[in-house]
């Protein structure tokens, strides 16, 4: 039985990896961060699986910001494949929190990859590249070769992340990859994403207990993914005899517009008479184009996305009023008294 770490196994990507990891048949270890309350929802569903639970999955302690603590928990686990998806990943606050942002998403990084060196154990290592990386893009579309013109904290660190995973593959003969993912949504994506923030707004607005949706910048375009897909090209990176850098996206661009539209139109909503403009919500420098070229991907991983742009709107909006009607539902048996 193989035996994987992750950090960030609480968020979108995390907990699609470590549901695809435990199907291969993995022993899966993450990191999590202590907090006052609990923030392990999107792995609640492994811990109810009788076949999961306790044997296959097992959640540490820890912090990227801690290396001590890192090192004791290579030492002891000696995993087979390191996953490094830890960061603060919300580009716009980034500019908010940009030291903690570089800390976490650049530094983070190498105090990985010092701890696989002090800890003498040879994983193999992914690290979560974005596309944010190419910014101010040099050509269209982005591919593993386009040069990096980063335009937030968040991407600035990112890039910190990619040459140094690049540095310690070729200095210390590490097998390290760099998937370079363009954005990548699901249900499973947090409530503050432009993506998330659109389809959940449409379920509460359609039930009439949301009024309006205020956005940014509505022209930016982005190649988006389904997160779930995603991750299994993760793995697959780290099965190839060579490490190496892989861009991973549709090869489609769409812009926050074109997403509103769908969203609401899947619901029978005129988007324009519930969409407004709030300033707080732009970037101090935009990134207005993202599509990416995963020729090599395909041809090397054999991977190729299967979910496009108008299944994965129509998906997440069929969550998150699933969702909504399930919690309405529960209110009202409450209110009757038949389940308290």
Not at 132 to 146: C, D, L, N, Y
Not at 197 to 217: E, M, P
């Amino acid at each position: 039985m193989k035996r994987a770490l992750i950090t960030g196994i609480t968020g979108q990507d995390g907990s699609y990896l470590a549901e695809f990891l435990i199907e291969k048949g993995y022993e899966v270890h993450g990191v999590i961060r202590r907090a006052s309350s609990f923030n392990t929802e999107r792995l609640e569903h492994l811990y109810q699986d009788p076949h999961t639970r306790g044997a296959r999955m097992k959640l540490h302690y820890g912090d990227l910001s801690d290396s001590v603590n890192l090192v004791k928990l290579l030492h002891n686990l000696k995993p087979d494949e390191i996953y490094n998806l830890g960061a603060q990943s919300h580009v716009r606050v980034s500019f908010d929190i940009p030291e903690y942002t570089a800390d976490i998403g650049g530094l983070g990084t190498i105090r990985i990859l010092e701890a696989i060196r002090e800890a003498q154990v040879r994983p193999r290592f992914y690290q979560a590249s974005s596309s944010e990386m190419f910014g101010k893009v040099a050509e269209i579309p982005q591919r593993e070769t386009t040069p990096f013109h980063p335009r937030s904290p968040y991407a600035v660190a990112k890039v910190f992340s990619y040459w140094a995973t690049v540095n310690y593959r070729e200095s210390y003969n590490l097998h390290a990859c760099n998937g370079i993912l363009f954005n990548h949504e699901s249900p499973r994506r947090g409530d503050t994403f432009v993506t998330r923030k659109i389809t959940r707004a449409v379920a509460y607005i359609k039930a009439g207990l949301q009024d309006k949706l205020f956005l940014g910048n509505l022209d930016a375009k982005r190649d988006w993914g389904y997160a779930k897909e995603y991750v299994e090209a993760m793995w697959l990176m780290l099965q190839q005899d060579q490490p190496d850098d892989y861009v991973i996206a549709t090869g489609e661009t769409h812009s926050v517009k074109e997403f509103c539209e769908e969203a609401f139109g899947h619901v029978d909503l005129d988007w324009s008479k519930y969409v407004e403009i709030d300033e707080r919500y732009f970037r101090p420098a935009e990134v207005d184009l993202l599509i990416g070229d995963a020729s090599k991907a395909k041809n090397v991983l054999g991977w190729e996305p299967k979910v496009k742009f108008k299944e994965l709107v129509r998906l997440m909006v069929d969550a998150d009023v699933e969702h909504l009607e399930g919690k309405l539902a529960g209110r009202v048996k409450r209110a009757d008294g038949r389940h308290t």
